[in-house]
T-cell receptor, first 119, second 116 residues
Framework: AQKITQTQPGMFVQEKEAVTLDCTYD???????LFWYKQPSSGEMIFLIY??????QNATEGRYSLNFQKARKSANLVISASQLGDSAMYFC????????????????FGQGTILTVHP | EPEVTQTPSHQVTQMGQEVILHCVPI?????FYWYRQILGQKVEFLVS????????KSEIFDDQFSVERPDGSNFTLKIRSTKLEDSAMYFC??????????????FGPGTRLTVL
């Protein structure tokens, strides 16, 4: 079974500074994908970034980057130059991607981290 | 930009009543999902749907739940006899391809279900 752990219930960062949100995972799958979603107070789920387990490069999307350390089973999200609009709940999620695997793409989510950006 | 839509945005119902939550996935997507999020908790997978049948379901998705794709565009979640603990935000999601490729799931805005 897959498990995602986000150990930081809440994080605070000063505007324009960088912040790292932690995510560790546990899986016996060889092929998997890791995702980060942002959930603002309005409730919608916004996709931020994806990392495949076989990707050699860390994923980047604008101000978001994923610090993928496969041996440590961690997939931390780094947000550079924080903005007030980054204040939200952030979820790390994983899915099985084994060819011929039994999963049809369900995402397993962590508990989330509430990020607050101070001016 | 295409998006997943969900209606209603908020549904209030009495315990024991049936509710149907509606979703319109992105038009060329093939994989459909329902998730729920109890207030303040993590998002939990309920069911996935592909090729007009359920492909995977969680323990939460018991006999009280059913899904249907009645036409080429809608994807519905029915809760037959609601319980207080069904109160949650329900998210519909869709993806174009399966899990064996880089392929994000697009989430709808959610339906907040309140069972009284």
């Amino acid at each position: 079974a897959q498990k995602i752990t986000q150990t930081q219930p809440g994080m605070f960062v000063q505007e324009k500074e960088a912040v790292t949100l932690d995510c560790t995972y546990d899986t016996s799958d060889q092929s998997y994908g890791l995702f980060w979603y942002k959930q603002p107070s309005s409730g919608e789920m916004i996709f931020l970034i994806y990392q495949g387990s076989y990707d050699e490069q860390n994923a980047t999307e604008g101000r978001y980057s994923l610090n993928f350390q496969k041996a440590r089973k961690s997939a931390n999200l780094v947000i550079s130059a924080s903005q007030l609009g980054d204040s939200a709940m952030y979820f790390c999620a994983m899915r099985e991607e084994e060819a011929g695997g039994t999963s049809y793409g369900k995402l397993t989510f962590g508990q989330g981290t509430i990020l607050t950006v101070h001016p | 930009e295409p998006e997943v839509t969900q209606t209603p945005s908020h549904q209030v119902t009495q315990m024991g009543q049936e509710v149907i939550l509606h979703c319109v996935p992105i038009s060329n997507h093939l994989y459909f999902y329902w998730y729920r999020q109890i207030l303040g908790q993590k998002v939990e997978f309920l069911v996935s749907f592909y090729n007009n049948e359920i492909s995977e379901k969680s323990e939460i998705f018991d006999d009280q739940f059913s899904v249907e794709r009645p036409d080429g565009s809608n994807f519905t979640l029915k809760i037959r006899s609601t319980k207080l603990e069904d109160s949650a935000m329900y998210f519909c999601a869709s993806s174009r391809q399966g899990p064996n490729s880089y392929n994000e799931q697009f989430f709808g805005p959610g339906t907040r279900l309140t069972v009284l």
